[in-house]
């Protein structure tokens, strides 16, 4: 089957045939980068770096309800993610692509995450090849990952100058492929080993690197090392590295009441990095200070996740340097705990 | 422009003393322009000190962010100072905290930096982007000048400024024990001219600029982390028991996180903007804390952060006070 | 597959106050509101469910019976802060919510044949009746039980009047404690881990397990090492602030391992290498 393109001219044609679906695209609010839902293509906003929070939110959101439920009655009314219908995200990085992919690991766990895994069949994810890296702080490579990575997407759009090459990568591809028939045309021959050269130099164009090999079985090893405290001297115990982060999933679970007793429990991000995360309601905090919980945060990205799932949860995207307000780096942190 | 040794020798000294168990100042950051805080413990650390444009956070917050943690049992708490280095800006957070009896002016060194205005780091990233070798910033003849790559580029200083340096008043630390430069005189005000525009829009305009602002807000609370003001150490909008802000984030809540906060500084803020620089979402918070901060000048002609012996304005109650009851 | 997160009704048959106090500490005997839930409920002693009320939230306590103890689950929960304080206010007829059997188990088949002593402070002793109840209703099936318990006061001793009853059955020995002299009180006044030393269980072919306070743990695992257990031997329960309860959310894990899945039941072996333990 030949590989198809979609010549730039038709974008707004196909962004119109695919806003039948729920269409998620980057757009612009002021001047950030957010992923939302479009319904006129005019919004899209595809000649961009990257977005600052992830389109993890999409399939795993900041905010949902589990169940509702009534105060004073038994029956507890099951969040159905179905009603949310077919989800078209496009334009998405490979990073944030290969997140979904990571996490899915977790979600699928012995127990099944039915709102997890639910929205992430549902959703169909368009990727955007990065020709140039989005970002200095771009370490894909580094963690598996790449430039041009396949992993997590159905489909991945190639920036080749008047057109994008579209190469489909798994049945939902396909299928979203046929949607756009109309839109897409073949491919010249010689397009997929052209891509194929511009990943390599994409992939040149990445300035910043770390060797991981060896990294999780050291970490352990490392626990009572002082330079925990050095790394997390300077940190705000906000929650931007870890919301900003496509790989970082953990929630909080909340009941909420109305006055009229209906009620919901819902799900929220949180971050390991807020001093109640771990409080007990006794009061005791077996992470009291910023040094455990950098400690925690680090050991669980790049030690404790691949104990279990073989893959590093971090996919180099470089929020988290980008945005920091107090310059803790990543990159920094393991180069030390590779000199340590 | 300080002189980068004299900043070196001083901040040696001040650790070497048997008083002082840390010095915070800034260094070099990990990429580009940035420039990050330091912790220094001894002497031989001080060598990666640094001052210039590039360092715009105010480092006053880490005196009330460090954790106080329960001493061992047979050890005696540590009740060394903390030397801190600050800007104008910075300083008047230290009064502040001084002003509502956070610590007590014994208990901090204050190494205080005259200060000629920081960049806007945004902008610098804008307009030279892709920078990753450490590049430095200075401000040379009423310019900026931008060593990096190899090259050296000059930009006006308006062009690169800080918007809070272009309004600022407090270039001078107000509270110190060294300063480690000339005294910078006041270069400018505060004409408030866009928070007039602001105040005279319809209540649906206004309502609806920030609703698409508190939109983007993802609750990460780094404005109210890095806020030197806000160190209750059981925030009010942490509290499950009971919920006063719920966890969800939705418009609703996230109105009432950043009103709640703003209501909280009233009186305090001391208008540093570092709530603003840090948030992710590019929310114009300085926004709300100015206009806080032109009302309550009106109101009561009252400026925080200028005077440790003043009494906190919304915490202190006076016989002549309008009101008939303290609430 | 049930959806995880979604809980089964129970209703209260009975609810009692074990200890007194700001920290009191309530037994609540359920059932399911749904027979047919039992069909469906697998659980082996060490258990844990998530116990809650919708509009409060739900918190995870260990299932304090057996399965050995048909129609109706146990829980024992001190009240401490929002959820647990609510709970408190429930008496018999009314109901909560309940997610489970959540986490791993005591591994009571491999203990088959062995000598089990378990080493309870406080709550501690709730995650250990299970255990207790389990061997005494296959009491061919284990060799010597033996029971060490003790509190702040004699009013702390939970399950008073089944620690009676263990005294006078004969299928096991019990030595209980209070911390501080006490008039009338008979028994032993100390720590439980001068107490252990006083027992003095011997290793060979035994299995220890403990639960109560961590600096009880702490001195019970280093006595138990003088008495010449392995690390193998000795088992115990953790707990940490949970949410999800199935290994989703994140912020139960003690170094690599979740408390609420690859635990709440560990062994020593399993955590004298892990620092975070024992936090």
Redesign the interface.
Known sequence: MAVKKLSKEKIGEALKELSKFRLIAPAR????V?FKEIADPEEAYLDYGNS??PPKKVVFP??ETLFRFMVGNPELEEKNVEEEGTTVIFGLRPCDARAMAIVEKLFSWDYDDPYFLKRRELTTLVGMACVEPPS??CFCPSVGGGPFGKEGLDLLLTDMGDYYLVQSLTDKGKKLEETLASQLEDAAGGDEKKAEGMAAEAEGKI??SIKTEGIPEKLPGLWENDLWK?VS??C?????CT??CPTCHCF?I?D?VEELGDGRR?R????CM?S?YSLHASGHNPR???RERTRNRISHKYSYYPSRFDVIACVGCGRC?N?C?????I??ILEQVVDA | MVDINKLREIAAEVISRDDVRELIGYRP????F????A?VTGPEEVDRLIFTPACV?NLA??IT?E?K?PVPRGQEPDTRKVAVMVKGCDSRALVQQMEEKAYGRDQVVVLGIPCTGVVDMARVEARFP???ELGEIALEGGKFVLSFDGKVEEVPKDELLADKCARCRYPTPLVYDQLLDDEVARFADDDYSDIEALEKRSMEDKWGYWE??F??C?????C???CPMCYCEDCVL?R??P?WM?????ISENTAFHIARAYHLAGRCIQCG?CQ??C???IPLMELNRKFYKDVGELYDYEPGTNVEAAPLLATFSVEDREDFIL | MKNPYIPYQVNILEAWYETPGDRCIKTFKVTFADEKVWDTWKQLPGQCAMVGIPGVGESMFCISSSPTEEGYLRFSIMKM??NTTALHELEAGDSFYVRGPLGNSFPVEEWKGKNVFTIGGGIGQAPLRPVVEYIRANRGDFGELELIYGARTSEDHCFKAEFEEIAQCGECECHLAIDVEEEKWPHFVGFVPTLLMEVAPSPENAIAVTCGPPIMIKFVLQNLEKLGFAPDQVYTTLENRMKCGIGKCGRCNVGHLYVCKDGPVFSYAQLKDIPEAFA
Not at chain 1, 29 to 32: A, C, G, L, T
Not at chain 2, 218 to 222: A, D, H, K, L, Q
């Open positions: 609010s002021d001047e950030v957010i600052t929070v900041q905010t200095v702080n300035r910043r050095k001297a300077a705000l115990g906000c929650g931007i919301f900003l909080d909340q909420e819902c929220m991000w949180d971050s807020f109640e009291p200070t910023r340097i945005l307000p107090v310059n803790i780096d990159l920094d | 950051g990990t990429y580009g940035r420039a990050r805080p912790f956070n917050t880490y962010l954790e943690l892709g920078v990753l698409e602002k939109s983007r993802i609750r990460c609370y780094s109210r982390n890095v942490d499950i028991n919920t719920r966890r969800s984030v939705d570092e620089r840090v992710p979402a590019k | 802060g929002k």
